[in-house]
């Protein structure tokens, strides 16, 4: 099955700084790859996604990048803010008829030091 | 619109009691999942359930039964719940299983097995 590595486990940054979290993925029939984030006692909540047929993608102050000859994609947050300190998740899925199984990483904790 | 709804919010059980937990979604979404989340393990799937009238078994089953009772409602049960057990545990749902939707995820419902 397929397996997903992300890195790092915690992250903290100075507020307007950037912030990076990398994710690889196993199987190379994924190409659906969903980023969460949680903030504390809260449900996770879709940010962004990118499908295989794209090689990055934004929305205002993040963007997510897609390699999938080396299998890793990236989540890029800009001028951070304290608000977004909270863990984030990756996530890979393959596409197609059966195939619902969303695989997550273990979590980067993000903290934005004000 | 309440999206996903799971109760109850929090239990406590005793070691071999049992326990259904419920969940529903109103965005007519055709699939659902029981995640369980625990700390440092990221999301882990339990069960899912591609249409109403199908269910399948995820990367953690072991322990659990689920229900798929119509096409809004999808409950997880524990038959004799271990300490083990203890975890957050989270229902999703997404308009199709196909792999490349995204999930909408409830606010949990945080099981304590003394």
């Known amino acids: 099955g397929e397996n997903v590595e992300q890195h790092p486990s915690t992250l903290s940054v100075q507020e307007g700084d950037s912030a990076v979290i990398k994710c690889t993925y196993s199987?190379?029939?994924?190409?659906?790859f969903p980023w969460y984030k949680q903030e504390l006692g809260k449900r996770p909540q879709l940010i962004i996604d990118i499908r295989s047929n794209v090689g990055e993608k934004k929305d205002q102050r993040i963007a997510v990048t897609l390699n999938k000859t080396a299998k890793h994609f990236s989540l890029h947050i800009t001028e951070t803010q304290p608000e977004d300190s909270a863990v984030y998740f990756c996530a890979a899925s393959p596409s197609g008829a059966g195939s619902y199984q969303l695989t997550f990483g273990k979590g980067t904790k993000l903290s934005v030091i004000p | 619109n309440a999206g996903v709804t799971q109760t109850p919010k929090f239990q406590v059980l005793k070691t071999g009691q049992s326990m259904t937990l419920q969940c529903a979604q109103d965005m007519n979404h055709n699939s659902m999942y029981w995640y369980r989340q625990d700390p440092g393990m990221g999301l882990r799937l339990i069960y899912y359930?591609?249409?109403?009238?199908?269910?399948d078994k995820g990367e953690v089953p072991n322990g659990y039964n689920v229900s798929r009772l119509n096409k809004r409602e999808f409950s997880l049960r524990l038959e004799s719940a271990a300490p083990s057990q203890t975890s957050v545990y989270f229902c999703?749902?997404?308009?199709?299983?196909?792999?490349?939707?995204?999930?909408?995820f409830g606010d949990g419902t945080r099981l304590s097995i003394l």
């Open positions: 999703a749902s997404s308009v199709t299983g196909t792999g490349n939707q995204p999930q909408h």
């Open positions: 199987d190379s029939a994924s190409n659906y």
């Open positions: 359930s591609a249409s109403e009238g199908t269910t």
